[in-house]
Antibody, heavy 116, light 112 residues
Framework: VQLVQSGAEVKMPGSSVKVSCRAS????????ISWVRQAPGQGLEWIGR????????NYAQKFNDRVSITADESSSTAYMELSSLRSEDTAIYYC??????????WGPGTRVTVSS | DIVMTQSPDSLAVSLGERATINCKSS????????????LAWYQQKPGQTPKLLIY???TRESGVPDRFIGGGSGTDFTLTISSLQAEDVAVYYC????????FGQGTKLEIK
């Protein structure tokens, strides 16, 4: 299984970021794709997940109004877009597929820095 | 969202001794239709991505040593390392995937 995430981003406060995660070696539609972030020196924080086979996503309440998770089955790629960025959103963002919502596989992470 | 609370925040155990980490959820994670607890445990070593150890509260992921034991049901769960090895030094997280996917705050495990 290989997960390739998009490259590091530096964003201004108030802007948006879209992180991608392309999967290979795994049946994309068979999995739930979760997105998890980790701020510097902090713990894991669950953002949301999507089941590509159904196209349905659900989100942590904390992010519900400013996150969108989508998936493109044709390219086995999932996307996480976070808007209204603030400094507290500086973190490494991981895609993490798994069978039922647990995360068997983890991408390498995408570093997002929010700074003016 | 379901709140997950781990205890202790940090733990120091001697090599070869038992280490136990607790995880409590604010709601039951037991799905009555399939009798499964939607609880997973992860290990994260410094500079590495997390690794899935246990899912369904007690099912060991393939390749995980049998000294890692998951237990509990409903709202109270434990991760036990039966005989601590040096390579087990890490931060351990529980996660519920019953509704959304909340993580506990993590427990840092060190060698005494």
């Amino acid at each position: 299984v290989q997960l390739v995430q998009s490259g590091a981003e530096v964003k201004m406060p108030g802007s948006s970021v879209k992180v991608s995660c392309r999967a290979s070696g795994v049946t994309f539609n068979s999995y739930t794709i979760s997105w998890v972030r980790q701020a510097p020196g902090q713990g894991l924080e669950w953002i949301g997940r999507i089941i590509p086979a159904f196209g349905t996503a659900n989100y942590a309440q904390k992010f519900n109004d400013r996150v969108s998770i989508t998936a493109d089955e044709s390219s086995s790629t999932a996307y996480m877009e976070l808007s209204s960025l603030r400094s507290e959103d500086t973190a490494i963002y991981y895609c993490a597929p798994g069978a039922y919502g647990q995360s068997k596989y983890w991408g390498p992470g995408t570093r997002v820095t929010v700074s003016s | 969202d379901i709140v997950m609370t781990q205890s202790p925040d940090s733990l120091a155990v001697s090599l070869g001794e038992r280490a136990t980490i607790n995880c409590k959820s604010s709601q039951s994670l037991l799905q009555s239709s399939n009798n499964k607890n939607y609880l997973a445990w992860y290990q994260q070593k410094p500079g590495q991505t997390p690794k899935l150890l246990i899912y369904w509260a007690s099912t060991r992921e393939s390749g995980v040593p049998d000294r890692f034991i998951g237990g509990g049901s409903g709202t109270d769960f434990t991760l036990t390392i039966s005989s601590l090895q040096a390579e087990d030094v890490a931060v351990y997280y529980c996660q519920q995937y019953f509704r959304t996917g909340t993580f506990g705050q993590g427990t840092k495990l060190e060698i005494k």
